[in-house]
Nanobody, 113 residues
Framework: QVQLVESGGGLVQAGGSLRLSCAAS????????MNWFRQAPGKEREFVAS????????NYADSVKGRFTISRDNAKNTVYLQMNNLKPEDTAVYFC??????WGQGTQVTVSS
């Protein structure tokens, strides 16, 4: 079992920044990738970004490229999502995930216009 705990969400004005964290515990030696997803009210959960635990290869949704940066600290078993130039359409609950299907509880991000 792997437990994931997100933090760092909040309310920010458009153009502002937030940094989300996701700390993993438990059987973390099995982790090979960590992902961020988000779900806005009335919408399906969507992929935001991913990072490979070894090598650090990253991948982003087109909607966040150039604004969001995913990174990891292997020693702390923690993945981060630095979000810059936030837009109202980024408002959502942000979840971290690791395969096969471990999810955190989510953290709310609200961007006001």
């Amino acid at each position: 079992q792997v437990q994931l705990v997100e933090s760092g969400g909040g309310l920010v004005q458009a153009g502002g920044s937030l940094r989300l964290s996701c700390a993993a515990s438990g059987r973390t030696f099995n982790i090979y990738t960590m992902n961020w997803f988000r779900q806005a009210p009335g919408k399906e959960r969507e992929f935001v970004a991913s990072i490979m635990w070894s090598g650090g290869y990253t991948n982003y949704a087109d909607s966040v490229k150039g604004r969001f940066t995913i990174s990891r600290d292997n020693a702390k078993n923690t993945v981060y999502l630095q979000m810059n130039n936030l837009k109202p359409e980024d408002t959502a609950v942000y979840f971290c995930r690791t395969p096969p299907n471990y999810w955190g509880q989510g953290t709310q991000v609200t961007v006001s216009s």
